[in-house]
């Protein structure tokens, strides 16, 4: 069974500031399949990346990923008001088919 | 633009059955595979179960496995997804997505609530 690991739990940074984001596989994430999505209060997921490292439609330039096999990390060079929320990383094709982990909240300094 | 309702979500008591349903408009459903995510009150996202786009493939989360079934009718642009044998653990929203190895397309999730 794949389980995935974020860190930290909670991340206290204020505008403008570098967030860094980790997920940890407990094994190989086949063909780099790891997504990355954002969830604000009341409000669906978004996708913000997908394939480890490609950004969805529409997300801004200052959302990236990075990682491969089981260490993969979302970063948000600088921090716009809208992006405190809580970040869940994904992984499909292992065993079971698709899980996500338990999410980081990014909230205000 | 792309959208995913859900509805279906209410009160129901332990060990009944619900139906949820997803209607798709804005993108090609039948090319899509689609799935169902819940999310229980203050926890993280679970994935519930995952069909493919034309119906033949069905897989489910092992917490829901043989009690839930998800289906789909592409001439009414509609995923479901039949919840029997509900428990108390089951309340949650629950959403509909659009994807296969990540979701694309997001509704608004609607609550299930299992009481007595």
């Known amino acids: 069974e794949i389980v995935l690991t974020q860190s930290p739990g909670t991340l206290s940074l204020s505008p403008g500031e570098r967030a860094t984001l980790s997920c940890r596989a407990s094994?190989?994430?086949?063909?780099?399949?790891l997504a990355w999505y954002q969830q604000k209060p009341g409000q669906a997921p978004r996708l913000l990346i997908y394939?480890?490292?490609s950004r969805a439609t529409g997300i801004p330039d200052r959302f990236s990923g990075s990682g491969s096999g089981t260490d993969f990390t979302l970063t948000i060079s600088r921090l716009e008001p809208e992006d405190f929320a809580v970040y869940y990383c994904?992984?499909?094709?292992?065993?079971?088919?698709?899980?996500f982990g338990p999410g980081t909240k990014v909230d205000i300094k | 633009q792309v959208q995913l309702v859900e509805s279906g979500g209410g009160v129901v008591q332990p060990g009944r059955s619900l139906r949820l349903s997803c209607a798709a408009s804005?993108?090609?459903?039948?090319?899509?595979?689609m799935h169902w995510v819940r999310q229980a009150p203050g926890k993280g996202l679970e994935w519930v179960a995952i069909?493919?786009?034309?119906?033949?493939?069905?897989y489910n989360g092992d917490s829901v496995k043989g009690r839930f079934t998800i289906s789909r009718d592409n001439s009414k642009n509609t995923l479901y997804l039949q919840m029997n044998s509900l428990r108390a653990e089951d309340t949650a929203v629950y959403y509909c997505?659009?994807?296969?190895?990540?979701?694309?397309?997001w509704g608004q999730g609607t609550l299930v609530t299992v009481s007595s």
């Open positions: 997505a659009g994807g296969v190895t990540h979701f694309d397309y």
């Open positions: 069909i493919s786009y034309d119906g033949s493939n069905k």
């Open positions: 394939g480890a490292s």
């Open positions: 994904q992984q499909y094709g292992g065993s079971p088919l698709l899980t």
């Open positions: 804005g993108f090609t459903f039948s090319s899509y595979g």
């Open positions: 094994q190989s994430v086949s063909s780099n399949y």
